[in-house]
């Protein structure tokens, strides 16, 4: 679970348009995946999760969507505001092997939103 | 209801001394989890406390070490400082060692 990466470091997008970021993990046997949002000089924060029996969960504004078959994660955030320009991080844990929650965190996407 | 917070907020230690950091995790809970975030990298798991031992540990060295005490809070602490310590350290809290983690926001330490 050591290995979540991300394909792009960097997103800009328009004010209105929809971002899509995404991720890539390795470790098959993680069962909870979450994607946080770090806005500079805090700590990360809660967006949505997704468990491995789902393949696409939908919160307010955000959707997640996982692929099991190719180990693929995107958060998809509809109607992109400026307040969430911040880096975004996708992590997995492995509850059922491990029995605890440690979380493997990606380098993250920052995000930049465009007036 | 306090959320998760750390103190201090920033710190500067010079190579070779010794640091100790503390958090006080959010009010309920009972874990306290530690992550370490180089500057553009991702947190990185060092360990968690629970129940006052240390349950899981992260591929950190030994000159890393906690404690958690009865009251749920816990201390971070960093020996024989290296340039490479210099970090954001984390700490989030859960209920339970399986619980969602809420993170505070952070000590920001410089090693010079």
């Known amino acids: 679970g050591e290995n979540v990466g991300l394909h792009l470091p960097t997103l800009s997008v328009q004010e209105g348009d929809n971002s899509i970021i995404n991720c890539a993990y390795s470790?098959?046997?993680?069962?909870?995946f979450i994607w946080y949002k770090q806005e500079s000089g805090k700590g990360p924060q809660f967006i949505i999760d997704?468990?491995?029996?789902?393949d696409k969960r939908q919160g307010q504004r955000v959707t997640v969507l996982l692929n099991k078959t190719v180990k693929h994660l995107s958060l998809q955030i509809a109607a992109t505001q400026p307040g969430d320009s911040a880096v975004y991080f996708c992590a997995e844990i492995d509850v059922l092997s491990t029995g605890a929650n440690n979380l493997f965190f990606g380098t993250g996407t920052r995000l930049t939103v465009i007036p | 209801d306090a959320g998760v917070t750390q103190s201090p907020t920033h710190l500067i230690k010079t190579r070779g001394q010794q640091v100790t950091l503390r958090c006080s995790p959010k009010s309920g809970h009972d874990t306290v989890s530690w992550y370490q975030q180089a500057l553009g990298q991702g947190p990185q798991f060092i360990f968690q406390y629970y129940e006052e031992e240390e349950r899981q540990r992260g591929n950190f060295p030994d000159r890393f070490s906690g404690h958690q005490f009865p009251n749920y809070s816990s201390e971070l602490n960093v020996n024989a400082l290296l340039l490479g310590d210099s970090a954001l350290y984390l700490c989030?809290?859960?209920?339970?060692?399986?619980?969602?983690?809420?993170f505070g926001p952070g000590t920001r330490l410089t090693v010079l």
């Open positions: 989030a809290s859960s209920l339970g060692t399986g619980g969602e983690q809420f």
């Open positions: 997704i468990r491995s029996n789902m």
């Open positions: 470790n098959s046997a993680s069962d909870y």
